[in-house]
T-cell receptor
Framework: EDQVTQSPEALRLQEGESSSLNCSYT??????LFWYRQDPGKGPEFLFT???AGEEKEKERLKATLTKKESFLHITAPKPEDSATYLC???????????FGAGTTVTVRA | DSGVTQTPKHLITATGQRVTLRCSPR?????VYWYQQSLDQGLQFLIQ???????AKGNILERFSAQQFPDLHSELNLSSLELGDSALYFC???????????FGPGTRLLVL
């Protein structure tokens, strides 16, 4: 069974204070690793898909990286609008479901 | 806006009742996925349909069922509702099975 563990559970940052979120996973036959952002009461918003170890993707202040066992989401010089819960998910094997981690809730103070 | 629409936004009902949640995928997407998100369980995959046919099943209760219609919209039916069924229900769609899933805004279900 696919497993996804995210750490830390919560992260409080000062505006401009860069940090990283971790996503450790076990999956049989990785089809893709996905990062989503979710605001309270809203649907997850797609950020990145990573397919193979060594791959990196960037979007504004966010950068996602992938190894064979984990992924990192780096937040550079965050702003208060980056406050959200960041979800990591993996798709693997023969089925097409996504298995989600519990998320990291990021709070950025001005 | 992901392009995935869900109705209704909120639903309040009583135990033992039956409700139907509706989802319209993004234009051109053939796959529809349903997920349940509760405070203690996080996002859990329920079921996937691809072009009208059931493709994958997750931890979906026997009291729950779904279908995808010829116009590709999908409905999730929840029956004999229990207090524990209170949760956010999300629909997602993708163009192909292995592509990125885009989520709708969700339906918040409260069972009293």
């Amino acid at each position: 069974e696919d497993q996804v563990t995210q750490s830390p559970e919560a992260l409080r940052l000062q505006e401009g204070e860069s940090s990283s979120l971790n996503c450790s996973y076990t999956v049989s036959g990785l089809r893709g690793l996905f990062w989503y952002r979710q605001d309270p009461g809203k649907g997850p918003e797609f950020l990145f898909t990573l397919y193979s170890a060594g791959e990196e993707k960037e979007k504004e202040r966010l950068k996602a990286t992938l190894t064979k066992k984990e992924s990192f989401l780096h937040i550079t010089a965050p702003k208060p609008e980056d406050s959200a819960t960041y979800l990591c998910a993996v798709g693997g094997g023969d089925d097409y479901k996504l298995s989600f981690g519990a998320g990291t809730t990021v709070t950025v103070r001005a | 806006d992901s392009g995935v629409t869900q109705t209704p936004k909120h639903l309040i009902t009583a135990t033992g009742q039956r409700v139907t949640l509706r989802c319209s995928p993004r234009s051109g997407d053939l796959s529809v996925y349903w997920y349940q998100q509760s405070l203690d369980q996080g996002l859990q995959f329920l079921i996937q349909y691809y072009n009208g046919e059931e493709r994958a099943k997750g931890n979906i209760l026997e009291r729950f069922s779904a279908q995808q219609f010829p116009d590709l919209h999908s409905e999730l039916n929840l029956s004999s509702l229990e207090l524990g069924d209170s949760a956010l229900y999300f629909c997602a769609s993708s163009e192909r099975d292995t592509e990125t899933q885009y989520f709708g805004p969700g339906t918040r279900l409260l069972v009293l």
